[in-house]
């Protein structure tokens, strides 16, 4: 009939699925270097410190895991726990407030050390005796020191929410999922009036999943 179909259509469309997905990936692996720069200021010629930033590309390599998808739409791993009503939701988002709050809590203090060494470098530049040139050389390397350890520190709480926010296997096994989806869409199929053998067919069009 074509109620039935259109609540096969409805099935198909709002369905969870679980996908397996292949993804190539490089690994950049940041270089730090610190040194000494002369500079001449209106007061008199002075080194200045400077900070040089770089990366390097580790070989190309595959990562292959999983994802949750409605239709033809990737789902967050936050968008799938709220679909599926999953009682995990909450759990996980305040794992990722609490991160981010933490990277957000670094970053602030690599903004801090960022100022100090500006700073610095007028204050070397228009230090009026040798002990206060030396006092402004100490900020600007405590000020680089807090930048880099500020943006360092902060890069792995902030991977850590974004993985958790887009990478369900960081907040479930492979079976959890599976578990989750298929109560879904259980209930999803029961609230549209339909039988396991009527969606028997779109069940079984599910793409491959990693094992």
């Known amino acids: 009939s074509q109620e039935k179909l259109q609540a096969l259509r409805q099935y198909e469309a709002e369905r969870l699925e679980?996908?397996?997905?292949?993804?190539?990936?490089?690994e950049a692996v940041p270089i730090l270097g610190w040194g000494w720069s002369w500079a001449w200021g209106p007061r008199h010629p002075h080194y200045v410190p400077h900070t040089t930033i770089g990366v390097a590309y580790a070989p190309v390599?595959?990562?292959?895991?999983?994802?949750?998808?409605r239709g033809p739409e990737r789902l967050s791993t936050i968008e799938a726990l709220s679909i599926a009503e999953d009682p995990r939701l909450s759990?996980?988002?305040?794992?990722?407030?609490?991160?981010?709050?933490?990277?957000?809590?670094?970053?602030?203090v690599a903004g801090v050390g960022g100022a100090a060494t500006v700073?610095?470098?007028?204050?070397?530049?228009?230090?009026?005796?040798?002990?206060?040139?030396?006092?402004?050389?100490?900020?600007?390397?405590?000020?680089?020191?807090?930048?880099?350890?500020?943006l360092?520190?902060?890069?792995?709480?902030?991977?850590?929410?974004?993985?958790?926010?887009?990478?369900p296997a960081r907040s479930m096994t492979l079976a959890e999922a599976r578990?989750?989806?298929?109560a879904y869409n259980?209930?999803?199929?029961?609230r549209l009036g339909l039988t396991p053998a009527d969606v028997w067919s779109i069940e079984n069009r599910t793409p491959p999943v990693p094992r």
């Not at 040798?130 to 500020?150: F, L």
């Not at 259980?186 to 029961?190: G, K, Q, S, V, Y």
């Open 119 to 150: 700073g610095s470098i007028f204050g070397q530049a228009w230090a009026d005796s040798r002990p206060e040139y030396e006092a402004w050389v100490t900020v600007g390397v405590v000020g680089g020191i807090s930048t880099i350890v500020g």
């Open 91 to 108: 759990q996980v988002q305040d794992t990722i407030r609490r991160k981010r709050n933490t990277a957000r809590a670094w970053y602030t």
């Open 179 to 182: 578990a989750m989806v298929n």
């Open 186 to 190: 259980d209930r999803l199929r029961e």
């Open 152 to 167: 360092v520190a902060g890069s792995g709480p902030s991977a850590d929410a974004r993985a958790l926010e887009y990478v």
């Open 61 to 69: 390599g595959l990562a292959r895991g999983w994802g949750i998808y």
């Open 18 to 26: 679980i996908r397996g997905e292949t993804a190539v990936r490089t």
